[in-house]
């Protein structure tokens, strides 16, 4: 089988979070020596939390907000528009809070079980390790996406600001196609099978193949998920 020959490494440095971006490489082959997990996955955790906090304060102060959240029975709102916030507020953290070790344990999983059935060499721990560093790009993308919404003021559009379904207006399963093409999600792909090579140990069309097929499921899901939006619409 073939796959990628790493260099050795000083197995006592730490991945960087940061390097990530830069070097991402380099990261790779440190988690695949030394894979630590629990500085990223505590800070990302607080910033995620942050960042829906903020997101679900904006949303619970628009007005459109209330107005479609609630359908009014005889006339009068069927719930009490603050018991309404609160209820938002407190999800909003409850997500937060499980939100990057939630996705991270579900992501390391199933790249665990792919790499396996591709014939890769790798444990769950490394694979947790490379998906938890990997939420650096989910962090930027909710910090655009408010950014978007304090510039705009649109708290519920929905869509990511870097994907196409922000330039071109569409609805339905198109909709869902255009929000996959995403500067993030691309970089996302790009990154999963850089890393998937490197601490799965898979040749490069292997390591690309299953992250293709993440895309892939991921575009899916958004579609089925616009398309039932607007049947409800």
């Known amino acids: ?36 997990f629990w500085g990223p996955l505590i800070i990302f955790t607080v910033l995620v939390t942050l960042i829906v906090v903020a997101q679900a304060y904006l949303l619970i102060n628009d007005p459109s907000f209330i107005q479609q959240s609630m359908e009014p029975t005889n006339g009068q709102p069927s719930v009490d528009p603050e018991i309404l916030k609160m209820i938002t507020f407190t999800t ?11 996705v991270s344990l579900v992501s390391a999983f199933f790249c665990w079980l792919m790499v396996t059935i591709f014939q890769g060499e790798t444990t769950f721990k490394k694979m947790f390790s490379l998906n938890v560093h990997l939420m650096i790009l989910s962090v930027i993308s909710l910090i655009m996406a408010l950014a978007y919404s304090v510039i705009t003021g649109d708290v519920m559009g929905g869509v990511s600001p870097t994907s196409l379904a922000t330039i071109i207006s569409s609805d339905g399963a198109l909709k869902g196609i255009l929000s996959s093409i995403d500067v993030i999600r691309i970089w996302s792909v790009v990154l999963t099978a850089i890393g998937l090579s490197v601490v799965g140990e898979l040749s490069k069309g292997k390591a690309w193949t299953i992250s293709l097929i993440f895309f892939v ?3 899916m899901f958004s579609v089925i998920g616009s398309y039932f939006s607007a049947m409800n619409m």
Not at 92 to 102: A, D, E, K, N
């Open 217 to 219: 499921i991921g575009m």
């Open 1 to 36: 089988m073939e796959t990628t020959q790493q260099p050795a490494l000083d197995k006592g440095r730490k991945p960087s979070v940061f390097g990530i971006l830069t070097s991402p490489r380099e990261q790779f082959q440190r988690i695949n020596q030394n894979p630590t």
């Open 92 to 102: 909003s953290v409850i997500t937060g809070l499980f939100m990057v070790p939630v």
